[in-house]
C-alpha cells in the first residue's frame, strides 16, 4: 500500500499499467531482500544448524520474508507514519532505479507474456520439469511452453525464480530467431 501510494503521488502521469509495473518492480524478493541486508537482519534470523550450514538465514527469499514481516510488525507498535518513512527510507535505492525508468528489468515473465499475446495472442504456460534437494535446499528447473511448444528452460531455487530464469531464455531465443528472420529478409 505504502509504494502504490507513493507512485501514485509520485508518477500521476503514469497509467494504471506502469503504476503496476513500477509497484512489482519494487515490491519482490530482489529489493526487499537487499534492504534486509543493508539492515544485517540475516544476523538476527534463527534457523537450525543445518539450515544455517546452507546458508538459510542469507537466503533472499528468507531476507525478504523477514523484511516484510519488520514492516507489519512496525505498523502494528508504531502506526502508519513511521512504517511509511521507513520502508521508502530504505527501499530508496529501488525507488531510484524505478524513477529512472528501470522498470520490470528482470520481470521475463510479463515481458515473455506481453510478446506472446502481442505476436501470437497466446499466453506462456509454465510446468515443472524436476524437482530435487532437501525440503530446506530445493532445486527447481521448470520450462515455459508456447502452444504446447517447449520455448525456454531454467533452474531456480524456488518455482517462481525457475520461470524467471525459463522466460529468460524463451525470449533470447525469440531474439535470435527475428535477428536471423531480419538478416534472411536483408539479404545480408
Given at each position: 500500500?505504502?509504494?502504490?501510494?507513493h507512485l501514485y503521488d509520485h508518477f500521476p502521469h503514469w497509467?494504471?499499467?506502469?503504476?503496476?509495473?513500477?509497484?512489482?518492480?519494487?515490491?519482490?524478493?530482489?529489493?526487499?531482500?537487499?534492504?534486509?541486508?543493508?539492515?544485517?537482519?540475516?544476523?538476527?534470523?534463527?534457523?537450525?544448524?543445518?539450515?544455517?550450514?546452507?546458508?538459510?538465514?542469507?537466503?533472499?527469499?528468507?531476507?525478504?520474508?523477514?523484511?516484510?514481516?519488520?514492516?507489519?510488525?512496525?505498523?502494528?507498535?508504531?502506526?502508519?507514519?513511521?512504517?511509511?518513512?521507513?520502508?521508502?527510507?530504505?527501499?530508496?535505492?529501488?525507488?531510484?532505479?524505478?524513477?529512472?525508468?528501470?522498470?520490470?528489468?528482470?520481470?521475463?515473465?510479463?515481458?515473455?507474456?506481453?510478446?506472446?499475446?502481442?505476436?501470437?495472442?497466446?499466453?506462456?504456460?509454465?510446468?515443472?520439469?524436476?524437482?530435487?534437494?532437501?525440503?530446506?535446499?530445493?532445486?527447481?528447473?521448470?520450462?515455459?511452453?508456447?502452444?504446447?511448444?517447449?520455448?525456454?528452460?531454467?533452474?531456480?531455487?524456488?518455482?517462481?525464480?525457475?520461470?524467471?530464469?525459463?522466460?529468460?531464455?524463451?525470449?533470447?531465443?525469440?531474439?535470435?530467431?527475428?535477428?536471423?528472420?531480419?538478416?534472411?529478409?536483408?539479404?545480408?
Amino acid at each position: 500500500m505504502i509504494i502504490a501510494q507513493h507512485l501514485y503521488d509520485h508518477f500521476p502521469h503514469w497509467d494504471q499499467g506502469m503504476l503496476s509495473k513500477a509497484k512489482a518492480t519494487i515490491v519482490q524478493e530482489g529489493p526487499l531482500a537487499e534492504a534486509a541486508k543493508r539492515l544485517g537482519l540475516e544476523d538476527h534470523i534463527e534457523v537450525s544448524a543445518a539450515e544455517r550450514a546452507t546458508g538459510g538465514n542469507t537466503r533472499p527469499s528468507v531476507l525478504a520474508d523477514v523484511f516484510e514481516a519488520l514492516i507489519g510488525a512496525l505498523f502494528l507498535e508504531q502506526g502508519l507514519a513511521i512504517t511509511r518513512w521507513f520502508v521508502l527510507e530504505h527501499l530508496t535505492p529501488t525507488l531510484d532505479s524505478v524513477a529512472r525508468g528501470e522498470i520490470g528489468t528482470h520481470d521475463y515473465k510479463s515481458r515473455l507474456q506481453e510478446v506472446a499475446q502481442a505476436r501470437w495472442r497466446s499466453t506462456p504456460a509454465y510446468r515443472v520439469v524436476t524437482e530435487r534437494g532437501d525440503a530446506h535446499d530445493k532445486a527447481f528447473q521448470m520450462e515455459v511452453l508456447l502452444d504446447d511448444e517447449v520455448m525456454g528452460v531454467g533452474w531456480g531455487r524456488n518455482k517462481k525464480e525457475a520461470e524467471q530464469s525459463a522466460a529468460k531464455e524463451a525470449l533470447e531465443l525469440i531474439q535470435r530467431v527475428e535477428a536471423l528472420r531480419a538478416t534472411r529478409e536483408s539479404g545480408v
